[in-house]
C-alpha cells in the first residue's frame, strides 16, 4: 500500500511536475506573445517617434531657409533676381506645408541632399509618419499654416512694395523711391515675431518629441525588467522552455541591436551631411566654444584645440558696429533664435560671409543652457552682388557711352529713359519728353500723306505682340522739325510673362541711305557700261566671223578639193589666208571667252579626272608642235591621281602653255610637261621650256590682258590674253596659277587643281577620253535630202553652195530672207533647213517660230548657222527651238557631219 501510495504520489508530483512544468510552459509562451505584441507596437511607436523628430528638425531647417530666404528677398535688387528668391521662399512653404500634412495626415517625404558642396553625390532620406498611433500628440496645438500663409502674403506684399520701389528709381523719382524704402523697411519688422512663434511653435514640436522618445524607451525598459523577472522565477521550473526560449531572446536582443546600430548610423549619417554642408559650432552659455566642425576649422584656418575655450570673437571682423553683436546677444540670450549675415575674418586675414543660425537649447526653467549656430558660406554670393552692382555701373557708364541712341518706353508707349545719345539725335531731353508718348513726339511715318496713329504703328504693334522688331526703314523727327532716316532694333521688357515696355536702339542712317543711293546709281551706271560692252562684242564678233566665214571656207575648199589640185604656190598662199584667217578667229574667241569669264557666264563642269590620262591627250598635240620648231617634247606623270576639275577647260589651260612654251623656246630647245602632288591636297601640272626667260621687269606685267611682253611686232602669233584667261579659268576650278623663271634658262609654268576624294583610284578605272569625236565627213558621201538655206550674205552662200556642190545627193534651196525662206519651205518641204540669225527684217528665231507653229512645217529640222557667237546669243538660241547651234566660221567637216546626222534622221 505504501508503494501505491509512495507511486500514486510519485505519478501526482511527476504529473505535478508535469503540470507546473506546462504551465510554466504555456506562461512562457503566453509571456513571450505578449512581450513581441508589445515590443511590436512600442518598436512602432518608437519608429513612429523618431519620424516625428526627424519631421521637427527638417521643419526647423525649412523654417530657417524660409526666413533667410525672406531677408534674402528684401536685399535682392532686381525683378529677375526677386523672382528667382521668391521661387525659392515658394518653394520652402511647399516642403514646410508637405511635412505638416504628413504630421496631420500621415505619409512619407522623401528629401535629397547633396554630401557636400563640392560632390554632386545624393543622399536620400525617406521619412514616414503615423499619427493615429500618436494618443497624446495634438496637432492643432502647433499649426504652422495660417503663419505661413500669413508669411506668404506678406512676402507679396514685399515683392510688390520691392518692384514698386524699383519702378521709383528707374524714374528717378528719389524721395518717392526713399519713402517706399521706409515702407519696406517698416514692413520687414513684422517677419521677426511670425518666425519667432513659428520657432516657438517648431521647438515645442521637437522637445515634445523628445519626451515621447524618452517616454517610449522607459516603456521598453519597464518591460525587458517585467520580462526578465519571470524568466528568473520560471527558469527553474522550466529550464527546457528556458533554454528553448533563451535562443528566440537572444535573436530579438541581436534585432534590437541592429537596430540600435542602424538608429546610430543614421544620426552619424546626419551629422555628417550637415558637418559638409555648414558651418557648426556650440558653445556655452558665456559664449566659449565646446564644439567646432571640420568645415568651421577649414574656412577660418583655426585648429580645433585653438578654438575650443574661445568665444567667436577669434574670427570677428571688425566691420560690424557694436549694436549688431549686443543686438545678437540680446536675442538668444532671451531664448529666441537669431538670424542673420556676418562677415568674418579668418586666421589668414581673409574676410568670408556666412548666413548664421543660432539656437538657443532651454533647459527646464526657460533658460539657454547651450547655443548650436549653423551658418552657410555665401562669400561667393556676396561677391557676385557686388560684381552686380559693378555691373550695372558699367552699364549705365556703356549706354551713356554709346554711339547709337537709346530710350525706354512703358507699357502706353510713354517715354522712361533717354540715353545721353538720344538726346543728341532728337534734340529732346530727358526731362521734356518723361511721360510723353514717343510715337506722337519723334516718330515720323506717313501714309497717304497722313501721320500714322500708335494704334497703327508697326514698332508698337510687334512690341505688343513680344516680339522684336528690326528696321532700317523707319525716320524720327527731331524737336527742330528736321526729318531723318533710323535704323532701329526695339526689344519688349517682360515682368512675369507680362509686358511692361520696351528698349529701342537707334542710330541716324542718313550717311549711309546717301551712299545706298549713289552706289545704286553707280550700279546702274556699270550695268549699262556692261550692257554696252556685251552688245559691242557681240556686234564685233559678228561682222568678224561673216567675212571670216567666206575667208577660211573658201580656203578650206581650195585646199579640200582633189579634183582641182593646187601648185605649190598656190597651197602656200592657201595656208597663209588659212593661217591669217584662224589668227583672227583666235583672236575673236578670246576676246570672247574673256568676255563670259568677266561676267561669271563661263559654263565649268567639273569631275572627277585622272591627271595621266589628261597628260596623254595633250601629247601628241603638244608633240606636233615642238616638231615643227625642232624642240623636244617630254612628259613626267605621277601614279593616276584623280583630280577635280573641267576636263575641257583644264585641257585648254595645259595646251596654252604648251603652246606658248613652244612658241617662245630657242631653236634646238625642250618643253616637259609634269604633274606632281603639293601641299594642301593639291596636284601640280608644270610646263617647262628653255627659252630666253623672263625679266624681272617683265614679269610684273604678266596676266595682264593684251600684253605680249615686246612680242608685238615678232613673227611669233598670239593675243596678249591667253594667259588671263588661262588664270581666270583655273581660279574658277579652285586652283592656282604661278610660274619661275630665269633671264637666259627658261621658265616653268604651274597650275595647281585639287585632288579628288577618289584619289586612290588607279586608271584602268578612268577611259581615255578623246575630244576628235566629230565624225569626219569627205565631199561627196552619200547622202541625199533637200536643203534649204536661208542667209543674206552672198558670200556665205556662195560658199554653202560649193561645199554641198560636191555632195550630189543634196538638193539646195536657197532664200535672201526669213519671209522668203517660209514660202520656199512650203513649197519644197525639205528635209534640213539651215537659218542664220541676223537677217533682213524677220530674224531667225522669229522664223523658227513660225514654222514651229505650222503643224506642216512643225517636224522640219533647223540648224542655226550664225556668226552671234556670245555665250547669251547661243544659250538664246537652243532655247528658242534649233537642233543644233554652229558659229561662224564654221568648221566644214563638222558642218558636213551635222548635215549627215540630221539628213539620216
Known amino acids: 500500500m505504501n508503494g501505491a501510495v509512495g507511486g500514486a504520489l510519485l505519478s501526482r508530483r511527476i504529473y505535478a511536475l508535469l503540470g507546473v512544468f506546462l504551465t510554466g510552459f504555456l506562461l512562457l509562451v503566453g509571456l513571450e506573445l505578449g512581450f513581441n505584441q508589445l515590443s511590436a507596437t512600442l518598436n512602432t511607436r518608437l519608429d513612429n517617434e523618431r519620424s516625428r523628430v526627424q519631421i521637427g528638425e527638417l521643419i526647423s531647417q525649412d523654417l530657417s531657409k524660409l526666413e533667410a530666404k525672406t531677408y534674402q528677398l528684401a536685399m535682392t535688387s532686381g525683378v529677375k533676381g526677386q523672382e528667382r528668391v521668391f521661387q525659392d521662399f515658394d518653394a520652402t512653404i511647399q516642403l514646410l506645408k508637405e511635412s505638416l500634412h504628413v504630421l496631420e495626415k500621415g505619409g512619407t517625404i522623401v528629401r535629397k541632399t547633396r554630401l557636400n558642396i563640392e560632390s554632386q553625390e545624393i543622399m536620400e532620406r525617406s521619412i514616414t509618419f503615423h499619427p493615429a498611433l500618436e494618443r497624446l500628440y495634438v496637432l492643432e496645438a502647433i499649426d504652422l499654416r495660417p503663419k505661413l500663409m500669413q508669411i506668404r ?81 520560471l527558469s527553474v521550473a522550466v529550464v527546457l522552455a528556458v533554454l528553448v526560449f533563451g535562443y528566440r531572446l537572444l535573436s530579438q536582443v541581436a534585432t534590437a541591436n541592429r537596430d540600435l546600430h542602424a538608429l546610430a548610423r543614421d544620426l ?12 557648426v559650432s556650440s558653445t556655452d552659455v558665456d559664449g566659449k566654444i565646446l564644439y567646432a566642425n571640420d568645415k568651421f576649422c577649414e574656412i577660418s584656418g583655426y585648429s580645433r584645440e585653438e578654438m575650443l575655450g574661445h568665444t567667436h570673437s577669434i574670427v570677428k571682423s571688425g566691420d560690424h558696429p557694436s549694436t549688431f553683436y ?74 551713356d557711352a554709346m554711339g547709337e541712341g537709346v530710350y525706354v518706353q512703358g507699357a502706353m508707349g510713354e517715354c522712361r529713359f533717354l540715353n545721353p545719345e538720344a538726346e ?166 578670246d576676246v570672247l571667252d ?55 577647260r583644264l585641257k585648254q589651260v595645259l595646251l596654252n602653255l604648251l603652246s606658248n612654251a613652244v612658241k617662245y623656246n630657242r631653236d634646238g630647245g625642250s618643253v616637259v610637261l609634269a604633274s606632281e602632288p603639293v601641299d594642301n591636297a593639291m596636284l601640280r601640272f ?21 600684253s605680249r611682253l615686246g612680242k608685238e611686232d615678232s613673227e611669233i602669233e598670239g593675243t596678249g590674253i591667253g594667259l588671263i584667261i588661262t588664270k581666270r579659268l583655273i581660279e574658277a576650278m579652285d586652283g592656282r596659277i604661278g610660274f619661275d623663271s630665269t633671264p637666259g634658262e627658261g621658265t616653268t609654268f604651274w597650275v ?17 577620253r578623246d575630244d576628235n569625236t566629230a565624225p569626219k565627213v569627205k ?9 534649204v538655206y536661208i542667209e543674206d550674205n552672198p558670200a556665205n552662200i556662195s560658199l554653202m553652195e560649193t561645199l554641198l556642190g560636191h555632195i550630189p545627193g543634196i538638193e539646195l534651196k536657197v532664200a535672201h530672207t526669213a519671209e522668203l525662206g517660209i514660202v520656199l519651205i512650203h513649197d519644197v518641204m525639205p528635209d534640213l533647213v539651215l537659218m542664220d540669225i541676223n537677217l533682213p527684217g524677220m530674224n531667225g528665231i522669229e522664223a523658227l517660230g513660225v514654222l514651229r507653229a505650222d503643224p506642216a512645217t512643225a517636224g522640219i529640222p533647223v540648224i542655226a548657222i550664225s556668226a552671234a557667237a556670245m555665250h547669251a546669243d547661243v544659250a538664246k538660241g537652243k532655247a528658242a527651238g534649233f537642233e543644233a547651234y554652229l558659229t561662224k566660221p564654221f568648221n566644214i567637216p563638222e558642218m558636213l557631219a551635222t548635215i549627215e546626222g540630221m539628213l539620216k534622221v
Not at 337 to 361: C, D, L, M, Q
Not at 753 to 761: D, E, L, T
Request: contains cysteine; proline residues 3%.
Open 153 to 233: 502674403d506678406l512676402a507679396v506684399k514685399m515683392t510688390a512694395m520691392l518692384s514698386e520701389r524699383e519702378a521709383l528709381n528707374t524714374a528717378s523719382q528719389h524721395q518717392a523711391f526713399v519713402d517706399m524704402g521706409d515702407q519696406a523697411d517698416n514692413h520687414l519688422k513684422g517677419y521677426p515675431p511670425l518666425f519667432t512663434r513659428m520657432r516657438e511653435n517648431a521647438n515645442r514640436l521637437f522637445f515634445e518629441s523628445q519626451r515621447q522618445l524618452r517616454d517610449i524607451k522607459a516603456e521598453i525598459e519597464q518591460q525587458d525588467t517585467f520580462y526578465q523577472s519571470l524568466q528568473v522565477a
Open 268 to 279: 552619424e549619417f546626419q551629422k555628417f551631411a550637415l558637418d559638409q554642408h555648414a558651418i
Open 424 to 589: 543728341r539725335l532728337l534734340g529732346w531731353s530727358l526731362v521734356e519728353l518723361q511721360g510723353r508718348s514717343l510715337h506722337d513726339t519723334v516718330h515720323y511715318h506717313l501714309e497717304n500723306g497722313q501721320r500714322v496713329s500708335a494704334d497703327h504703328c508697326r514698332v508698337l504693334n510687334t512690341v505688343k505682340k513680344g516680339e522684336t522688331y528690326r528696321s532700317d526703314e523707319e525716320e524720327f523727327i527731331r524737336k527742330n522739325g528736321d526729318v531723318f532716316p533710323v535704323s532701329l532694333v526695339s526689344v519688349p521688357m517682360l515682368d512675369d510673362g507680362v509686358i511692361i515696355g520696351s528698349v529701342t536702339v537707334f542710330a541716324d542712317i542718313t550717311t549711309r541711305k546717301e551712299a545706298e543711293r549713289d552706289m545704286a546709281a553707280a550700279k546702274e551706271e556699270a550695268e549699262k557700261a556692261n550692257r554696252a560692252k556685251s552688245e559691242f562684242l557681240s556686234s564685233m564678233s559678228h561682222e568678224l566671223r561673216t567675212p571670216l566665214n567666206a575667208i577660211l571656207g573658201f580656203a578650206q575648199l581650195l585646199d579640200f578639193n582633189p579634183s582641182e589640185p593646187l601648185t605649190p604656190d598656190q597651197k602656200m598662199s592657201v595656208e597663209q589666208i588659212t593661217k591669217g584667217g584662224k589668227h583672227l578667229l583666235e583672236l575673236v574667241n
Open 326 to 399: 549686443r543686438d545678437m546677444w540680446d536675442t538668444i540670450s532671451s531664448g529666441k533664435v537669431w538670424h542673420g549675415e556676418v562677415k568674418n575674418k579668418s586666421r589668414h586675414g581673409n574676410h568670408y560671409w556666412v548666413s548664421a543660425t543660432i539656437v538657443p537649447f532651454l533647459d527646464e526653467t526657460g533658460k539657454p543652457f547651450r547655443y548650436i549656430s549653423i551658418r552657410t558660406d555665401i562669400t561667393e554670393r556676396k561677391r557676385m552682388e557686388e560684381d552686380m552692382q559693378d555691373a550695372n555701373r558699367f552699364l549705365q557708364s556703356l549706354t
Open 686 to 706: 608644270s610646263v617647262s621650256d628653255t627659252g630666253p626667260g623672263i625679266s624681272h621687269d617683265q614679269q610684273a606685267q604678266l596676266f595682264q590682258p593684251f
Open 779 to 787: 565631199p561627196g558621201v552619200d547622202v541625199v535630202g533637200r536643203v
Open 752 to 768: 595647281e587643281v585639287p585632288i579628288s576624294g577618289a584619289a586612290q583610284q588607279t586608271m584602268a578605272q578612268f577611259e581615255r
Open 594 to 648: 574673256l568676255a563670259k569669264i568677266e561676267s561669271g557666264k563661263i559654263d565649268l563642269t567639273v569631275s572627277d579626272v585622272n591627271s595621266d590620262h589628261l597628260i596623254e591627250e595633250c601629247e601628241p598635240l603638244a608633240a606636233t608642235l615642238a616638231q615643227k620648231r625642232g624642240l623636244q617634247f617630254s612628259t613626267r606623270k605621277g601614279r593616276g591621281h584623280v583630280i577635280r576639275a573641267d576636263h575641257m
